[in-house]
């Protein structure tokens, strides 16, 4: 499509969402690099969309002019072309010239392109009537629901004609949602309220979200759920394909399998047993005890912890596959229904195991928190030696935590000359 010189023109191209993209920009006809006062493209609210205006061209054309475009998001490049000037500036100038005095085609003009015809036909018209793929108006009503469907349980109407879905007039019910989702191709849910799922509708691929994790709920009883995600909701109930959580509260989740990211776990997790790994990143588990914790059934799962943090109870791991965790503080226990494979634990933990035979527990990897006090407090304290003992005390230098005897090399008791120490 050609433009005329004044038009500032918006060039847009598709990568992986919080990608960083930038643009280089060429003259065809010249090959020379075209100078820009920023390469920066910026995404349309998490859509993937990158978008770069010609507007930041330092030397904006004053004749035709044919501009090559490469996006980069340092992987790979998207490119196309754009032109600016030639013959729709012709036909402005000479449009901008006509006279239609005194025939058929001014009247005709007089008659049905007034101004306020055109306004009444096109600008007036409301934006529920534009229906066409690809026209102004349609790709109008698009931007108005920020690429994603709003949906308020309490708060919302039924209905699926425009302005339904949008930020302003929200949907109540799931099936208007994925409705008007499919019609506009919008991957994002926006949700308010609780909402469940019951009516084996297939969310897969769709990207449930919301403002608020704690107040913001979706109960899953009956539906697929490969490739969705849920992101900084409240997820509770059985899933059914691979799903991914980001900044979610999860309160007791049956059949998972995927990936949680940033998440905090109210309650118990039930693995499934999936071919790729599942992954618990910087995960938290809320307890209201220092002895309570949250359940885990590994079942045949390929589980993965990573920089985890609180008490996790670890149950019926009967398949072969290892089992990772890394604690970055809490505490882990290993139930005697843990009866195959192995479990390797890493990081900072109290562990408390009990696992059945069958199942191979490596801890050689652990820090234990009452270790680490105990280095501190040895390391900050008084060191006292009384006869043939060396006496260690905690940083108030009155408390003391531990008591060595002092040998030398014949194994004599000694206070000089020191070759070991056993402690007593």
């Given at each position: ?7 500032k ?19 065809i ?7 820009t ?9 998490n ?6 205006n010609s ?5 904006q054309?004053?004749d035709f002019?044919?501009?090559l475009?490469?996006m980069?998001?340092e992987?790979y490049?998207?490119y196309g072309?754009i032109?600016?000037g030639?013959?729709?500036d012709?036909v402005k100038?000479?449009?901008d010239q006509m006279?239609?005095v ?6 005709t003009?007089?008659g049905?392109?007034t ?5 009444d036909?096109?600008?007036d018209e409301?934006?529920?009537?534009h229906?066409v793929s690809?026209?102004a108006?349609t790709s109008?009503?698009v931007?108005n629901y920020?690429?994603r469907?709003c949906?308020d349980?309490d ?7 425009y302005?339904?879905?949008?930020k302003?007039s929200?949907?109540?019910n799931?099936a208007?949602?994925?409705?008007i989702a ?10 308010c ?5 019951e009516?084996?509708?297939?969310i897969?691929g769709y990207?449930?979200?919301?403002a608020?994790s704690l107040?913001?709920k ?6 697929e759920?490969e490739?969705?995600?849920f992101d900084?909701v ?6 059914d394909?691979?799903?991914?959580y980001t900044y979610?509260v999860?309160?007791d989740v049956t059949?998972l399998?995927?990936?949680?990211k ?5 309650n ?6 999936a071919?790729k790994?599942?992954?618990?990143t ?16 590994v079942?045949t799962?390929?589980l993965?912890m990573i920089?985890?943090?609180g008490?996790?109870?670890l149950?019926n ?10 604690l970055s503080?809490?505490?882990i226990?290993?139930?005697s229904?843990c009866?195959a494979?192995?479990i390797f634990i890493s990081?900072?933990a ?6 059945g035979a069958g199942?191979t527990?490596?801890?050689d990897k652990?820090l ?6 105990f280095?501190?407090?040895i390391d ?9 003992q ?10 003391e935590?531990a008591?060595f005897n ?7 008791p000694?206070?000089d000359?020191?070759?070991?120490r056993e402690?007593?």
């Amino acid at each position: 499509m050609r433009h005329t010189i004044q038009e500032k023109i918006n060039i847009i191209a598709k990568f992986s969402t919080l990608d960083r993209v930038s643009l280089v920009l060429y003259n065809i006809a010249t090959g020379s690099l075209v100078a820009t006062t920023s390469s920066e493209c910026r995404e349309i609210t998490n859509t993937g969309i990158f978008r770069w205006n010609s507007d930041q061209i330092i030397e904006q054309p004053v004749d035709f002019i044919e501009y090559l475009w490469i996006m980069n998001n340092e992987t790979y490049n998207q490119y196309g072309k754009i032109v600016l000037g030639g013959y729709p500036d012709e036909v402005k100038e000479q449009t901008d010239q006509m006279n239609f005095v005194n025939d058929d085609i001014k009247a005709t003009l007089d008659g049905e392109l007034t101004t306020e015809n055109i306004s009444d036909a096109v600008w007036d018209e409301q934006l529920s009537a534009h229906n066409v793929s690809g026209s102004a108006g349609t790709s109008q009503k698009v931007n108005n629901y920020e690429f994603r469907v709003c949906l308020d349980v309490d708060n919302g109407a039924t209905g699926t004609a425009y302005p339904m879905g949008s930020k302003e007039s929200p949907v109540n019910n799931l099936a208007d949602a994925l409705t008007i989702a499919e019609l506009y191709n919008f991957k994002i849910i926006n949700i308010c309220g609780e909402l469940t799922i019951e009516d084996e509708e297939d969310i897969g691929g769709y990207t449930f979200t919301s403002a608020r994790s704690l107040t913001n709920k979706i109960i899953i009883v009956n539906a697929e759920t490969e490739g969705t995600l849920f992101d900084n909701v409240t997820i509770s109930g059985q899933m059914d394909g691979s799903v991914r959580y980001t900044y979610c509260v999860i309160d007791d989740v049956t059949n998972l399998k995927g990936g949680v990211k940033n998440s905090l776990l109210l309650n118990n997790l039930d693995l499934v047993t999936a071919d790729k790994a599942i992954y618990l990143t910087d995960v938290d588990s809320l307890i209201s005890s220092v002895d309570e914790y949250v359940e885990i059934e590994v079942n045949t799962a390929k589980l993965n912890m990573i920089r985890c943090h609180g008490n996790f109870e670890l149950k019926n791991k009967t398949g072969t596959d290892m089992t990772f965790i890394g604690l970055s503080g809490g505490k882990i226990k290993i139930a005697s229904s843990c009866t195959a494979g192995s479990i390797f634990i890493s990081g900072i933990a109290e562990i408390e195991d009990n696992s059945g035979a069958g199942c191979t527990v490596y801890t050689d990897k652990v820090l234990n928190p009452n270790d680490l006090a105990f280095i501190k407090n040895i390391d900050n304290g008084k060191w006292e030696v009384v006869d043939n003992q060396m006496i260690f005390y905690k940083p108030d230098n009155a408390t003391e935590i531990a008591r060595f005897n002092l040998f030398d090399a014949d194994g004599n008791p000694a206070i000089d000359n020191i070759y070991k120490r056993e402690k007593v």
